[in-house]
């Protein structure tokens, strides 16, 4: 794929801006209908897609690209599965678009709800994990939303392949291919991130340096998602066997992901007991160990080095770690957030205040208490997928899922009123703004707070035991539990 120019890229926004208008009037199940299409496309094409992903390791091995570059671009195996099951999840997910987040009446007969809608079109700048293409473009479906995606060079063939095949699957669903859009070099986003016109949000998957030179050459609003420099944290109160399973499962599970961890902070009194036990079992697991002063005689010589200042603010992607004495939980927090990129931290403790003073204390976006950092993920938090990880102080914090892809609009229903009969004085009307109760989440819903205006035809259980009602000659979704009582409850009173 050629760098395409100016005025090629701008026809490439527009026709995601198009698209992107298309998708936001999508029901949940033309939206669904195309995932599936799209998992059934994948499949039949995985062959010639698995061929351009050896295409690339082949040229990832020959350039003496590092070892967890090269782990990140592989799609065979389990990655595939993998690929396709994360669509499945995300078609399971609710869909986050058309929900009511706040209702109130202003006055009898004049009512504002608060709904969620697309964001328009995403820019999304990712790394060499060509799995990313497949999880983001299906989570931008889901949410209506139009996606212009970069790639890292090295994983081009295997995203090409990809998109090419999610294109055919949009096109043969009845929506439009360009929802889903592939660039190619760095010149290409250069010019893209002039496009405010047409582009939304931009999220930049990468190192602060990416994020920063994103921040600086745009007017279009960014989510960034920077390095994932994640600690844990062993208290004095910890458990040794569950620190040991904790320690070596956040930075040994997958080394090359972002939620590894990169520091090990030990409580400067439990550093004779605990922390020769967690060094063999990371000697024993094959990592290197960068000690300060304090930490280093309790560790195995063999797989220790003194440590740098630097250490500490490095995100390895390997098997290395820093290692450090804190003399309290307060000196963990405070060095996790001075050294630390705000993306996931955790603490082992059998202490529950000293967990609530760390988790309140530490301000990364996920704060986990006996729990392997690793756990930060959006397929693993139930989110179907995720887009990235944002560590911005907004919305959208930590695994970025299908919530954190929508944004909202107010929606005002009257019967022709106007602002100047409302104020003080005779004759002149008073705002309630009285809280309205609604069925579920759809502002179409019924009103709980009001009398019944009809009769309730009847309920349902359908498809994957989806339940629903029919009344005032519309079929509603009941999406919880919660909602089923709120009808049986409404159903008693009425």
């Known amino acids: 794929m050629e760098a395409q120019g100016k005025r090629g890229l701008e026809d490439v926004a527009a026709r995601a801006r198009a698209a992107s208008h298309v998708l936001g009037s999508l029901s949940r199940e033309a939206k669904d209908a195309a995932l599936v299409e799209i998992a059934r496309e994948l499949e039949v094409q995985r062959l010639r897609i698995l061929e351009a992903n050896r295409e690339d390791k082949r040229a990832a091995r020959d350039a003496n690209l590092s070892s967890s570059l090269q782990k990140r671009l592989n799609l065979e195996g389990d990655k595939f599965e993998t690929l396709l099951q994360g669509i499945s999840d995300v078609v399971k997910v609710a869909d986050p678009v058309g929900r009511a987040t706040l209702a ?7 009512d504002l709800y608060r709904v969620t809608c697309p964001i328009g ?35 081009l063939r295997s995203n090409m392949a990809l998109v090419a095949a999610f ?86 599970q997958y080394t090359a992901a972002c939620n590894a961890a990169e520091t090990l902070l030990v409580h400067a009194d439990c550093v004779e007991t605990m922390l020769p036990v967690i060094g063999e079992a990371l000697m024993a697991a094959g990592v290197k160990l960068h000690a300060d002063a304090d930490s280093l005689p309790f560790l195995p010589p063999s797989c220790t080095v003194p440590a740098t200042e630097e250490d500490f603010v490095k995100e390895y992607l390997g098997l290395e770690m820093a290692v450090k004495v804190v003399q309290d939980v307060q000196a963990a927090i405070e060095h996790i957030n001075l050294c630390g990129s705000q ?73 022709g009123q106007c602002v100047k009969d409302y104020g003080i004085g005779a004759g002149m009307r008073a705002y309630k703004h009285r809280k309205i109760r609604l069925m579920g989440d759809d502002p179409r819903a019924p009103r709980l707070d009001a009398p019944p205006a009809s009769i309730c035809v009847g309920v349902g259980v359908g498809g994957g035991g989806n339940v629903y009602f029919a009344m005032d000659r519309h079929v509603h979704h009941l999406s919880s539990r919660a909602d089923m009582w709120r009808l049986a409850s409404w159903l008693a009173g009425n």
């Not at 931290?345 to 609530?356: L, M, P």
């Open 343 to 415: 993306h996931t931290d955790a603490i082992v403790t059998e202490n529950g205040a000293t967990a609530e003073l760390f988790m309140q204390g530490v301000g990364s976006a996920g704060v986990f208490h006996n729990a392997s950092t690793r756990f930060a993920d959006g397929f693993r938090f139930g989110f179907g997928a995720e887009v990235g990880v944002s560590t911005n102080r907004i919305h959208a914090r930590g695994p970025v899922g299908l919530e954190g892809l929508v944004i909202y609009k107010y929606r005002l229903h009257g019967h």
């Open 104 to 110: 109130t009446e202003l006055d009898e007969g004049l």
């Open 167 to 252: 294109r055919v699957a949009l096109d043969r669903a009845g929506l439009p291919a360009d929802a889903v859009q592939l660039v190619s070099t760095r010149e290409d986003i250069h010019e893209l991130l002039q496009l405010d016109r047409y582009i939304d949000l931009v999220i930049p998957r990468g190192s602060n340096q990416l994020v920063r030179s994103v921040m600086d050459s745009t007017k279009i609003p960014v989510m960034g998602h920077a390095d994932g420099i994640c600690s844990v944290y062993v208290d004095r109160d910890a458990d040794l066997e569950r620190a040991v399973h904790v320690v070596v499962d956040s930075k040994t």
């Open 121 to 155: 079109v995403l820019c999304i700048i990712f790394e060499s994990r060509p799995e990313a293409a497949v999880q983001i473009a299906s989570l931008a479906i889901k949410s209506s939303n139009a996606v212009i995606l970069k790639g890292g060079k090295e994983a």
